[in-house]
């Protein structure tokens, strides 16, 4: 309990402790209790404390209404019971330490919820991070499709940044009409609240498998880039059937072989014999077919082929050096040339045999794709750790529909083609580390090496 001998004293107090309760007298020295308690009203710290004003029951009247409306929360009319004032005065203390533990108790619970809050920031930040690093897209779009959040792989893969993506309309980004499937999927999902996942071509020839969520809010999706996995898988497929195709040319290319040297031998015999010198002409012929089979049936094997036996530290150019007067003979025959290019290169660990058939079938294609007067370019260069090996024609191109489809055994358009110079070229490249692209337009077509240097 403080005592003050005066409104100021009074004031000085309440800013230094906190009170359960005022009782004042309406006359004093100095500033009265109405002015006081005025000013104890404006001050933030003790607008609360309840104050009751003392006064004699002859002044009652005139100063009830005027103190209630300054702030005061009671009177006590004089002559006062001692017990009535202990009565009244336990009643506020009582009040404030109701207050008191209320307010640490709201206090508590604050401090509560603040830190559960930085909790809770810290695990969004966690998720955001999470799927800001993961390799795949994340978006997700509210209820009238219009994009909510997009994390930087989306961007990579709308080619904008996620900043940009928010807040578009993701019909824009992929037109609905382009996409019947996917927006039915996303319409059926929406209404199931079930995961769903489906595949998406977007833009042509890059793959992606997404995986949808729907919340009420919305839907997330995300999206993960298949393209290169189903690019492996394709080259898979294709080397198992070469490896098949393989086996058995090895399995029956020998069965084969035998007799026809056989035949080959008994053919050459006849053929010096007087009886048959008239038909000379077709014993040649009927030699140079079974020769020509038996090329073929030796390309055929070499598909069965899984390691290049021969491999030394070679130069590419020198290879083709060597090579260059049978490819130009070719050429002159059908009124064609070549140009060269030749960069340095480095030596490679090369099996020259195999090289050699490589360069000879790329160029043999070019030739024959070509009509007289046309030309082909052979380069070589090194290009981002790599010696690269291209063959460039000027002749009709290969079309997109078959493009596929070239490098399968068999595969020929051509009334005399065998379809194996492609396969034999992509099995040595694949011995060599090497891989084939192909570029090619209704101009010409570039077939391109790609070496990789090993140091
Ligand atoms: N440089 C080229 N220009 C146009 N078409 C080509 C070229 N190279 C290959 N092709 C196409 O690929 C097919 C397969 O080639 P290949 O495997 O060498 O077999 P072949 O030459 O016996 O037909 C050819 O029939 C042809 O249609
Ligand atoms: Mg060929």
Not at 129 to 143: L, V
């Amino acid at each position: 309990m403080f005592q003050a001998l005066s409104g100021e004293e009074a004031l000085k107090y309440v800013l230094e402790e906190n009170f359960a309760l005022i009782l004042m007298d309406v006359q004093m020295p100095g500033l009265n209790g109405f002015e006081t308690a005025k000013l104890i009203r404006k001050r933030k710290k003790s607008n609360n404390i309840p104050i009751v004003f003392i006064t004699a029951i002859n002044q009652a009247n005139e100063y009830v209404v005027q103190g209630y409306q300054l702030g005061a929360t009671d009177y006590i009319i004089k002559p006062i019971h001692p017990d009535t004032l202990r009565l009244k005065v336990e009643g506020y203390v009582k009040n404030y330490k109701i207050r008191e533990t209320l307010e640490s108790l709201v206090q508590e619970r604050t401090a509560e919820l603040i830190s559960a809050n930085k909790r809770l920031m810290a695990v969004n930040k966690k998720i955001y991070n999470i799927i800001e690093s993961i390799a795949d897209g994340f978006i997700t779009i509210d209820k009238n499709r219009l994009i909510t959040y997009a994390n930087k792989e989306a961007g990579r893969i709308f080619n904008q940044t996620p900043e940009e993506l928010v807040g578009r309309d993701i019909r824009e980004l992929v037109p609905e009409q382009d996409y019947p499937e996917l927006y039915q999927e996303i319409k059926e999902l929406a209404k199931k609240h079930k995961p769903a996942h489906f595949e998406v071509e977007f833009p042509k020839d890059t793959f992606y498998v997404v995986r949808a969520f729907a919340y009420p809010e919305g839907i997330s999706f995300i999206i993960h880039d298949v393209t290169e996995s189903k690019r492996v898988e394709k080259e898979i497929a294709f080397l198992e059937r070469l490896n098949l195709i393989g086996q058995m040319a090895a399995g029956i290319g020998h069965e084969i072989r035998n007799p026809m040297t056989t035949v080959k031998g008994f053919l050459q015999l006849m053929s010096r014999k007087e009886d048959f010198l008239d038909h000379k002409d077709h014993f040649t012929m009927m030699i140079s077919e079974l020769d020509r089979a038996n090329s073929i049936i030796s390309e055929f094997l070499s598909l069965a082929k899984k390691k290049s036996v021969g491999l030394e530290r070679k130069n590419l150019n020198a290879i083709i050096e060597t090579i260059l007067p049978l490819i130009q003979a070719d050429a002159l025959k059908g009124d064609m040339c070549i140009k060269t290019f030749l960069n340095e290169v480095p030596d490679q660990l090369l099996d020259e045999k195999e090289i050699r058939q490589l360069i000879l079938n790329l160029t043999r294609n070019g030739l024959e794709s070509m009509s007289p007067g046309g030309s082909i370019t052979i380069k070589t260069m090194v290009d981002q750790g790599e010696i690269l090996f291209i063959v460039q024609d000027e002749g009709k191109g290969i079309e997109k529909e078959i493009l596929d489809q070239i490098f399968n055994p068999f595969f020929t358009t051509k009334n005399s083609g065998t379809g194996l110079g492609l396969p034999v070229c992509h099995s040595i490249a694949t011995r060599h580390n090497a891989k084939i692209d192909i570029d090619s337009s209704p101009a010409g077509s570039t077939f391109t090496v790609r070496f990789k240097i090993f140091k």
